[in-house]
């Protein structure tokens, strides 16, 4: 899937695909499997629009929408890094 957005923040770059799915990379780590850290969505009907990093508190907020409730409604989620 193509990637629509690109954060970095610290030693982690995330990458948000179009299909919603995001995956956060370790930058310039070998520790991890090619450098993949996680994936931040919480279930597999959970579609992430948009993230943004909190430079405040150290933390990546997700935007998203879920399957279960037909994508209408908007959820919000902050991530500690």
Do not use: H, M, W
Not at 30 to 59: M, T
Not at 73 to 79: A, E, G, P, Q, Y
């Amino acid at each position: 899937s193509k990637i629509t957005e690109i954060v970095a923040a610290k030693d982690v770059i995330f990458a948000l695909a179009q299909s919603g799915v995001c995956v956060a990379y370790s930058r310039g780590s070998i520790e991890a499997e090619n450098g993949r850290l996680c994936f931040l969505n919480v279930s597999p009907d959970e579609v992430i629009r948009s993230l943004f990093y909190n430079k405040a508190n150290n933390s990546i907020i997700t935007v998203s929408v879920y399957k279960q409730d037909n994508f209408s409604s908007l959820n919000c989620r902050s991530t500690p890094l």
